[in-house]
C-alpha cells in the first residue's frame, strides 16, 4: 500500500464568524492510500481549538508511513492513533479503499440496509441583524433548518436570534453559542431562545465547565460539541446534555463515529452529525453517521468558494451523497 499525503487551503466564499474567531480558509489534510490499482480518499481538517491542525496532521502520518504502507487496517488504526484530524483522514481514506476492494458501498460495509437524503442545517455566521435576514431569505431560502453562530454578547445575540426567526418563521431553527456564554448568562438567553421557537442551543459554555450545567434547568435540548471529543468523553454528559455531535474531525474517523451513535443510544441521548468545514470528501463519511443521528449538520461546503467533483448535492434543505461522490466501488463511481 502507498500512502500520499496533501495539505490545501480551502477559500471561503465569505468571511465566517463564531465566538472567539473569524475564518477566512478551511485548511485540510487529504490522504490518499493506493493497493493494487484501487485508491481510497479522506479528508480531515482537524480540531483547531485544540491545535490540531492540517501541518502537524500530516507530520503524525508522515512519522507512520512504514506502518501505514506495511498493510495497516483500521482496527489497528484506533490503537495506533488517539481521537482527532490525523486519525479521521486515514481512517476514512481506509473505507473509501475497503469499498473499492470489496465491491459494495461504505454503508453497506458499516451494516447499514440503505441511505437516504437527510435534511441538514445551514449555518448563519455571527453577522449582524440585517445580512443574516438577507442570507436566510436569499441564499439560504431553501433550508429547511437553519443553525445559527452566536457570540456570548447577549443583547446582539438576541436580535439575531428574533431577526432570523422574523423573516424565517417555518424553519427549524437551533443556536450554536460556541463556549460563548456563562450560566449566568444562559439565564437570560434560554427565555428568549423558548420564545423565538429555538430548538437546540449548542456548546453554551466553554470546554471544562461542564460541571456548571449540573442541576441548571434545561427547557430545550442542550447539545455538547466542544465538551466531547470522542467516546472516552461521553459519560461525562450524563445530566448535563441531551445532545451529542458528533464529529468525525474529533472522534477520528468513521470508525469511532459509528461507535458514537451506538454509545450514545445506551446512554439514553440524542445524536447529531456535525463538520469542520471541509468538502464533499468530508461530508460523505459523516452522511453515512447521519443516517442514524437526530440532527445533522453537513453544510460545510456550502461556505467554500469551490468544492470537490462530482460533489454531494442540495436539494430542497436536503443532502444528497450520491455513489459517485465517495465510498463506492469503481462501478459506482464511474
Known amino acids: 500500500m502507498k500512502m500520499h499525503l496533501e495539505t490545501e487551503a480551502l477559500p471561503l466564499a465569505a468571511p465566517f464568524r463564531i465566538s472567539g474567531h473569524v475564518f477566512t480558509e478551511s485548511p485540510v ?3 490518499r492510500l493506493e493497493h493494487d490499482g484501487d485508491t481510497g480518499l479522506g479528508e480531515g481538517s482537524g480540531v483547531y481549538y485544540l ?3 492540517p501541518e502537524g496532521m500530516r507530520r503524525t502520518l508522515e512519522a507512520l508511513r512504514e506502518t501505514v504502507e506495511d498493510g495497516l487496517d483500521r482496527d489497528a488504526l484506533q490503537r495506533l492513533l488517539p481521537p482527532g484530524g490525523a486519525r479521521n483522514a486515514l481512517d476514512c481514506a481506509l473505507w473509501d479503499l475497503d469499498a473499492r476492494r470489496a465491491a459494495v458501498p461504505v454503508w453497506r460495509l458499516a451494516g447499514l440496509p440503505r441511505v437516504r437524503a437527510l435534511t441538514t442545517t445551514w449555518t448563519l455566521g455571527a453577522d449582524d441583524p440585517a445580512t443574516l435576514q438577507a442570507t436566510a431569505t436569499g441564499r439560504y431560502a431553501p433550508a429547511r433548518a437553519l443553525k445559527l453562530k452566536l457570540t456570548g454578547e447577549l443583547d446582539a445575540d438576541i436580535a ?8 424565517r418563521p417555518e424553519v427549524w431553527l437551533g443556536v450554536d453559542a460556541n463556549q460563548g456564554y456563562t450560566v449566568d448568562g444562559l439565564d437570560a438567553l ?12 449548542e456548546q453554551p459554555l466553554p470546554r471544562g465547565r461542564e460541571a456548571d450545567l449540573d442541576g441548571f434547568p434545561r427547557p430545550l435540548p442542550f447539545a455538547a460539541d466542544e465538551s466531547v471529543q470522542g467516546l472516552d468523553e461521553m459519560e461525562a454528559l450524563a445530566g448535563r446534555f441531551d445532545v451529542v455531535n458528533i464529529k468525525l474531525d474529533k472522534c477520528g474517523g468513521l470508525t469511532e463515529g459509528l461507535a458514537m451513535v451506538a454509545r450514545a443510544r445506551a446512554m439514553g441521548l440524542r445524536t447529531m452529525v456535525g463538520n469542520m468545514v471541509g ?7 459523516a452522511y453515512v453517521v447521519g443516517q442514524a443521528c437526530d440532527v445533522v449538520d453537513l453544510d460545510g461546503p456550502l461556505v467554500l468558494v469551490r468544492d470537490r467533483q462530482p460533489p454531494v448535492r442540495y436539494d430542497d434543505g436536503l ?3 450520491d455513489a459517485a461522490v465517495w465510498g463506492a466501488p469503481a462501478t459506482a463511481r464511474a
Open 29 to 31: 489534510l487529504v490522504v
Open 160 to 167: 439575531r436570534v428574533r431577526a432570523v426567526r422574523a423573516v
Open 319 to 321: 443532502i444528497h451523497c
Open 279 to 285: 468538502t464533499s470528501w468530508a461530508m460523505a463519511p
Open 190 to 201: 434560554v427565555p428568549v431562545l423558548l420564545d423565538q421557537r429555538v430548538s437546540l442551543l
Open 51 to 53: 491545535d490540531d491542525r
